[in-house]
């Protein structure tokens, strides 16, 4: 079955340090979204990719960056781990063409930053 | 970009009664109109949606209305249940793009 996954699921670092989180989907599809949920902000969009080398800033980009090599992986990177991007932080993935733009979520990383 | 404006934050119902959330969007050009279910530690997930050319759209006990005119939608649950506790979000949107909503939690008292 067709799904996407999240590593690592949970992830404590300090702050100044770079940190990878990694996101992968065998849906072959082309639309991957990063969001950082935290309460009372729901899911805000932080950045996302319509296909190969395509990638886009969303409302919250800023300390953040992403890379598009292949269809199936998005990783985000966090340049200098800051305090304030301690959050839940979940990938989605959706497809073109269906008439649909639902989205279909990755588990979840939580991360702290200490 | 997109506002999106969601009521009430919190709700308690009965089992067994109805429970409406609304969505209000500012984006004329939004044309997708999802609602998605986040229960404790778990992901989200759509549980529906509707076009903006479609005004209402109705899946066993959940339903979606749409007032394009008004830049509204509403979800709807009947004969609610203890597993429909959960933080509800709404994510109009348009070019594949959501914005969501901070959210609604949902819950159902036996």
Same mark, same amino acid.
């Given at each position: ?22 996101? @992968? ?15 009372? @902000? ?10 190969? @080398? ?61 | ?13 009965? /089992? ?22 986040? /229960? ?38 009947? /004969? ?31």
């Amino acid at each position: 079955d067709a799904e996407i996954t999240q590593s690592p699921r949970h992830k404590i670092t300090e702050t100044g340090r770079q940190v990878t989180l990694a996101c @992968h989907q065998t849906w072959n599809h082309n639309n991957m979204f990063w969001y950082r949920q935290d309460l009372g @902000h729901g899911l805000r969009l932080i950045h996302y990719s319509y296909g190969v @080398h395509d990638t886009n800033k969303g409302e919250v980009s800023d300390g953040y960056s992403v890379s598009r090599s292949n269809t199936e992986d998005l990783p985000l990177t966090l340049e200098s781990a800051a305090s304030s991007q301690t959050s839940v932080y979940f990938c989605a993935s959706s497809g073109t063409g269906s008439g649909s733009y639902e989205q279909y979520f990755g588990p979840g990383t939580r991360l702290t930053v200490t | 970009g997109e506002n999106v404006e969601q009521h009430p934050s919190t709700l308690s119902v009965q /089992e067994g009664d109805s429970a409406v959330i609304k969505c209000t969007y500012s984006d004329s050009a939004s044309n997708y109109f999802p609602w998605y279910k986040q /229960e404790l530690g778990k992901r989200p997930q759509l549980i529906i949606d509707i076009r903006s050319n479609v005004g209402e759209k109705k899946d066993q006990r959940i339903a979606v209305t749409l007032n394009k005119t008004a830049k509204h939608f509403s979800l709807h649950i009947t /004969e609610t249940q203890p597993e429909d506790s959960a933080v509800y979000f709404c994510a109009p949107g348009g070019n594949e793009k959501l914005t969501f909503g901070t959210g609604t939690r949902l819950t159902i008292i036996p």
